[in-house]
């Protein structure tokens, strides 16, 4: 996505033309996100996530005066909720701006370390977080014109809703399995088992679930990996494979001369007497 606004000299001259710039910048759709995370394509949803968590984050300062500035900032906190839910389910910090994750972290960072628990309370904050933030879902069925006064809107968002939640308890299990594997580099199943004080059959399932929750069919049709952790199985062995994001220093150059230039515009207003 374009930074247009990195410096204050490259900002709109008036408040039409970040209006103008915004609509052709940010032409992302929340919904779509949401949809993404709805269909288990989480990488590609914390990615567009983090694409107009960013826009908003350098330009909301030109929108103050726009009639549409209360509902930029509502969806705003919204897609952080979404967010965090994300990177919950997916760990993909590495596709996360550091100025995004640090407002994230400001946010939702103490509600996110409960959720990692993933007990009645955890379930609970999932269930906050979803229900503050998810779309509208609509039932594409027709209305029951024999029974006229029973109200259906709100079953679409239910059944939603309860999928929702039965794919999180479906990552309870995954979540101690990432936090073995995160400490190896090679491990016996017997030990794993033995660890997670399953028997050897249902921790191959339990592995196996979490290749298949891993995985995901992305825009193009391909099968893809969204694992932060992988593994391979060799002769009773577990062997982790674990992926090191490139380190991004041109964005932490660009951010401290940002920063700098501030710092010079500052110095100039002041007025030595």
């Known amino acids: ?27 992302y759709d929340p919904n ?10 989480y990488v590609d949803a914390v990615r567009e996530f ?3 968590l960013l826009y908003i984050f350098k330009t909301k300062q030109y929108h103050q005066k726009s009639p549409q500035y209360e509902q930029i900032l509502k969806k705003n906190e919204q897609m952080y909720a979404l967010l965090a839910v994300c990177l919950l389910l997916c760990p993909q910090t590495k596709l996360v701006d550091e100025s995004v994750n640090s407002q994230l972290r400001e946010k939702y960072g103490e509600k ?25 879902f609509i039932t594409p069925s027709a209305p029951s014109f024999e029974e006229p006064l029973v109200n ?7 059944l939603q809703l ?3 939640l039965y794919e999180v308890k479906q990552q309870q299990l995954l979540s101690g399995v990432r ?16 660890y997670m004080e399953v028997d050897e059959p249902t921790l191959r399932t339990i592995l196996l679930t979490y290749k298949h929750k891993t995985h995901s069919v992305d825009s193009d049709g391909k099968i893809i990996s969204n694992a932060d952790i992988d593994f391979y199985i060799n002769n009773d062995m577990i062997y982790v494979v674990e992926s090191k994001p490139a380190k991004r220093y041109g964005d932490f150059f660009l951010r401290q001369i940002a920063k700098l ?3 010079i515009n500052d110095m100039d207003r002041v007025k030595l007497e």
């Open 1 to 27: 996505m374009p930074s247009n606004y990195e410096y204050d000299d490259a900002a709109p001259a008036n408040y039409d033309e970040a209006q103008r710039q915004g609509g052709q910048d940010a032409g």
């Open 32 to 41: 779509f996100s949401s949809e993404e995370k709805c269909t288990s394509r």
């Open 50 to 52: 983090n694409k107009i």
């Open 112 to 136: 996110m370390l409960r959720m990692q628990r993933y007990d009645d309370d955890a379930f609970g904050l999932y269930d906050e977080l979803f229900s503050y933030a998810c779309p509208k």
């Open 152 to 158: 259906y809107n709100q079953d679409a968002y239910r």
């Open 162 to 164: 309860k999928m929702f």
């Open 179 to 194: 936090t073995f594997l995160k400490v190896y580099s090679s491990i016996s199943l017997a030990k794993l088992a033995n």
């Open 261 to 263: 230039e501030g710092v």
